[in-house]
Nanobody, 122 residues
Framework: QVQLVESGGGLVQAGGSLRLSCAAS????????MAWFRQAPGKERDFVAR???????DYAASVKGRFAISRDNAKNAVYLQMNSLKPEDTAVYYC????????????????WGQGTQVTVSS
């Protein structure tokens, strides 16, 4: 079992930055593909970014060039650096882990955090 806990969310003005953290316990993250998803009120949970065990990254078109996902296996953590934030980035952001898949689909991820709220004001 892996327990994931997100932190770093908050209220920021448009154009600002936030760094989300996802801390893991229970098992080492080095053997997991990790991802960030987000869910706005009344909408589905959408893919944001993912990072493979070997460090390969992939981003949703809406955040490419503004967001950066990274991992620190020594700290058993994954991060999402969010720059040039827009009001449409407002959502609850979730960290997720998968031992077997490197996917953009929520169904591929077994482990989820509780989420952290990001609110971007215009």
């Amino acid at each position: 079992q892996v327990q994931l806990v997100e932190s770093g969310g908050g209220l920021v003005q448009a154009g600002g930055s936030l760094r989300l953290s996802c801390a893991a316990s229970g098992r080492t993250l080095s053997t997991y593909a990790m991802a960030w998803f987000r869910q706005a009120p009344g909408k589905e949970r959408d893919f944001v970014a993912r990072i493979a065990r070997d460090g390969i990254t992939d981003y949703a078109a809406s955040v490419k060039g503004r967001f950066a996902i990274s991992r620190d296996n020594a700290k058993n953590a994954v991060y999402l650096q969010m720059n040039s934030l827009k009001p449409e980035d407002t959502a609850v952001y979730y960290c997720a882990g998968s031992q077997y898949s490197f996917s953009r689909s929520t169904a591929a991820y077994t482990y989820w955090g509780q989420g952290t709220q990001v609110t971007v004001s215009s």
